[in-house]
């Protein structure tokens, strides 16, 4: 008991630090519990986080408030009516033609690999390459007949994501144009004695602003330069690839090497083993290259260092709590809890054998 009272006392003698960890407490259960009902709200809060700081470039300008709302709104329904009536039908036509052209390009591939038995009779034989070959149609049929259920299941919720697409720029924009009284009636319900909390917003407003728009340049120059090059090369499937390719950085580490298989696999099904294949790779591998030495370092000059480790643990745990959004907020909710622990305060340690 006298090691738990001094472990308490220790981390829990402040007052601020209390309503530091009510707080925390409170906005975790909220997401974990709410956070599919909140969605679209949640949405319309990270939106408008990032358009503030356009916003409050053009004020720096001289433009007022309202016009730059409006301003920076209307680029956002731009860039939103860009992505739902043009991109993602685009996305879509190519994922249902890949579907379809599965079979012909396993057939293909399947000629290329047994010919590796004849060139490589000594590290292939004909029994493995028929024993890959079943395992990937195998997992192709699965997965088509997941994609099929998933797409069927999905129907009775389309009138659901019909009103998310209306409500959340609804709320981005009044987000924008009312921020100050929306802050000033989110904190009158704080507790007054909140400097410890304040102190780590502050902290993290920078930190987390920064990465998550620096995260979403990544994503489209990692995104529109891979489009490009597969454009110009010729390779099936480009703006499908392109996007994969730009969403894989969400996941440190991780992402580009599974994003590496499905490139692999359609330009080998579509060239097998030749100059353009050769090509493709070194392409490919030198965006990966690009951005990992150049585009990070760039976009993320100030942001917290991070153990390797720290990140692929935050992106199991919060990926598993919060799926897709769990894994892009990862980097940032580690640096939250490094920010807590960083500036909690702590009391002298008390030795509770002394004390008997």
């Known amino acids: 008991m006298n090691v738990l009272r001094a472990w ?16 925390l407490v409170s906005g975790f259960a ?11 709200l949640l949405t319309s809060i990270v939106i408008a986080y990032l358009l503030e700081d356009v916003v409050e470039m053009l004020e720096r300008k001289g433009i007022s408030r309202i016009p730059a709302v409006i ?23 190519q994922v249902v033609q890949l579907v379809q052209d599965l079979p012909h390009q396993m057939d293909a591939g399947q000629k290329m690999l047994m010919r590796l038995p004849e060139l490589y009779p000594q590290f292939v034989t004909q029994e493995q390459v ?75 407003d920078r930190q987390i602003g920064n990465y998550i728009r620096g995260k979403f340049i990544e994503i489209l ?5 891979t489009y490009i090059v ?10 499908l690839l392109g ?27 579509q060239w097998g083993w030749g100059s353009e294949f050769a090509y493709l790779l070194l392409a490919f591998g030198i965006i990966q290259g690009l951005d990992g030495n150049v585009v990070v370092p760039l976009l993320f000059s100030e942001a917290v260092n991070l153990h390797p480790v720290a990140i692929i643990v935050a992106v199991l745990i919060f990926g598993g709590f919060w799926g897709l959004w769990g894994v892009f907020f990862a980097i940032p909710l580690a640096t939250l809890v490094k920010a807590v622990l960083d500036a909690w305060p702590k009391q002298q340690t008390i030795d509770p054998l002394s004390e008997t």
């Open 8 to 23: 308490y006392e220790r981390n829990f003698s402040d007052p601020q630090a209390v309503i530091l960890a009510l707080l």
């Open 30 to 40: 909220i997401i974990i519990f709410w956070g599919g009902m909140l969605a679209p």
């Open 71 to 93: 301003i920076v709104f209307l680029l956002f329904i731009i860039a939103f009516l860009f992505l739902m009536l043009l991109l993602v039908p685009m996305l879509s036509t």
């Open 130 to 204: 028929k024993d890959i070959v079943g395992a990937v149609r195998r997992a192709i049929t699965e997965h088509g007949q997941t994609l099929v259920s998933i797409s069927l299941s999905s129907i009775p919720g389309m009138i659901a994501l019909m009103i998310y697409l209306i409500l959340v720029p609804l709320m981005v924009f009044f987000f924008l144009k009312d921020k100050e009284l929306i802050l000033k009636w989110v904190t009158s319900y704080l507790p007054s004695q909140r400097a410890l909390a304040t102190t780590v917003w502050t902290e993290m």
């Open 221 to 225: 120059i990692v995104g529109i330069s």
């Open 230 to 239: 597969f454009v110009m090369m010729g390779l099936n499937y480009a703006a």
């Open 243 to 269: 996007a994969l390719v730009g969403l894989s950085v969400i996941v440190p580490y991780v992402g580009a090497v599974v994003v590496t298989i499905p490139v692999v696999m359609i330009a080998f099904f």
